[in-house]
Structures are given as C-alpha cells and as structure tokens.
C-alpha cells in the first residue's frame, strides 16, 4: 500500500509540472528576416567602361644634344709699306709733258668674314608624350589627353652654322703722272717723287671648325605598357529609380570614407563621382555607370541574377 501511494503522488506531481509548464513557458519572440536588396535582369544592361592605360617608368639612354658645329674665325691682319710714286719724270727744263690719270694700289684686297651660329629648337626627346586615358566628371565620361611625365628635353639642330663673307676690292687712288712728251736742252730737273702708304694683307682670315658631339643622358622615361580601351560591362541601370539603392549606396559610401556629401539626395552628379572613383579602385575600371560588381561590394546583400 505504501508503494502504491508513493507512485500515485509522483504521478500528481508529474502532472502538476506538465500543467505549470504548459500555461507559463513562452514561444521565442520572432526575429523578422533581413530585407535582402534585389536587381531583376530587365534592370541590368551593358554599358561602357575604360581601362585606365598601364604606365610603366625606365631607365632609357636619350639624346639631349644633338651634334652640331661651331664656327670661329681669325680676322685679317694687315701691315703697311710705303711706295713711290713719280708725278713728274726727270728732266732738262724746257721740256714739254701730257698727263696721264694713273691708278695706285693704296689697299690690298681681302675679305671680312662673319659667323653665323648654328640655331636650335627645344622639344621632347621622345616620341610619345601623351597617351589616352578617360575620367568621371559631372557625372560623365569624358576622354582626354594624359600628358606622360618626365617627358626629357631635347636641344636639336635646325640650322648649322654658317659664314657670312664679304669681299673688300682693292683701294685705289688716282694721281695725275706726267710724261715726257719731248725733252728739253736746258739743264736737267729731278724727278718729282711722293711716298703713298699702301695697307697690306699679312694674314688673310681664317676659319676654325670645332665639332660638338651629340650629348646623351641616362634619365627616367615614363612609357606606356597598355593603351586605355573601352570594354563592355554589367551594370545596375535602374539605380536612378531605386531609392533603396541609392540610400544604401549613399551610406556605404559615406562608411568607406569615400563620400562627404550630404547624406539625403538623389543619383546625381557628386554621388556619381564619387562612386565612380570608388569603382575605379575596387574594380580599376572608369565609369559613371553603376557596374554590378561595384553594387555588390557597396551593397552585398544585393540579389543579382544570375544570367
């Protein structure tokens, strides 16, 4: 009987616990599913995107100097002699004379040179010194010239130097000379005699040459490796009527440190801009379009298609 009894009153109170946890014990409170963001394939279409070019800097051996000539000259060196010069022959007085007009060397011909220096032009010592690249602004792709640098100078050569000459007849100077026309029988008159002073060329001028080698250096050369192009690419463009995007975009750009705009706005020009050069470093692509890759890096619990 007392065992009886001990199983009736564990029964009792196996039944009240059932009872006490059937009308105390509460459900776990529901935790609602996270809103994952989706893109259906009529939002996804092809659009342009560049590559940047790749640039690549060496070391290059470059003509900065082009070989030329220099011109020197040594002038004339002149000296001076005297000559004589008889205006009236001797003779016996009574004589009868005819002039003659005679010409007398005073200057020895010779010439008077002048260089003219060679001339040069600056300009880059290498071929290439812009290439293509493409930038976002304004929300825009825009294509432009990407000027390489260091871009070396060159000095070239336009024109060599010259000689200027300019010839110097001789001098002359004319002196009325008389001449016996019949001698006379009185006593004998000297000769009139006049010193003339004549310049003379001692040295004529002379030109010297002296080459000037070409001159190279070794510099730093920035050269292209790979040409920008424009490649084909998946993007979201329905982003402008996606508000849900675009506040999600806005906000991981601002938690990137990639956006100080304001944190309220539309798909416009600034978010644009910065989200384009966002994508350019986490993608190395250039584009105002929002590619899909870029989308699920900004947004990860983006659903995107598949194909």
């Known amino acids: 009987m007392r065992i009886i009894g001990l199983v009736c009153s564990a029964a009792v109170l196996a039944g009240l616990g ?50 030329y ?11 001076m002699v005297e000559a004589k010069v008889t205006l009236t022959p001797a003779h016996k007085q009574g004589a009868t004379f005819f002039t003659e007009p005679t010409r007398v060397i005073v200057a020895e011909p010779t010439r008077r040179l002048t260089v003219k220096p060679a001339q040069f032009l600056t300009v880059p010592a290498i071929d290439d010194t812009t290439t293509q690249n493409y930038r976002v602004e304004n929300g825009e792709l825009i294509d432009e010239e990407l000027t390489l640098s260091p ?12 000689i200027m000459s300019v010839r110097f007849t001789p001098g002359f100077k004319t002196f009325d000379v008389k001449e016996i026309d019949q001698d006379g029988d ?12 004549r310049r003379t060329v001692e040295v004529h001028p002379k030109v010297t040459t002296t080459e000037v080698a070409e001159r190279s250096e070794i510099r730093d050369v920035q050269i292209v490796a790979e040409n ?11 982003i402008k009527s996606r508000e849900d995007f675009i506040s999600a975009i806005r906000s991981a750009l601002v938690g990137n440190g990639a956006f100080s705009g304001p944190v309220e706005g539309g798909w416009d020009s600034a ?8 994508q350019q470093q986490h993608t190395g692509y250039i584009s105002p379009a929002l590619l899909l890759e870029t989308l699920q890096a900004l ?6 298609p598949t194909s």
Do not use: H, Y
């Open 69 to 79: 000539k220099q011109l020197a000259v040594s002038p004339a060196e002149f000296g």
């Open 271 to 278: 978010l644009i801009d910065s989200m384009a050069a966002f």
């Open 151 to 162: 871009i070396p100078e060159r000095q070239i050569v336009t024109k060599q130097a010259s």
């Open 186 to 197: 009185g006593p004998q008159v000297p000769a009139e005699i006049i010193i003339v002073e």
């Open 18 to 67: 059932i009872w006490w946890m059937g009308n105390d014990a509460q459900p776990p409170e529901s935790v609602p599913e996270k809103v994952a963001f989706s893109v259906s394939p009529e939002e996804i279409c092809r659009v342009d995107a560049a590559k940047p070019p790749v640039l690549r800097t060496e070391k290059r051996e470059v003509v900065v100097a082009d070989a």
């Open 299 to 304: 947004v990860p619990e983006t659903e995107i």
């Open 228 to 238: 920008a192009e424009l490649v084909r690419k998946d993007a979201f463009c329905s």
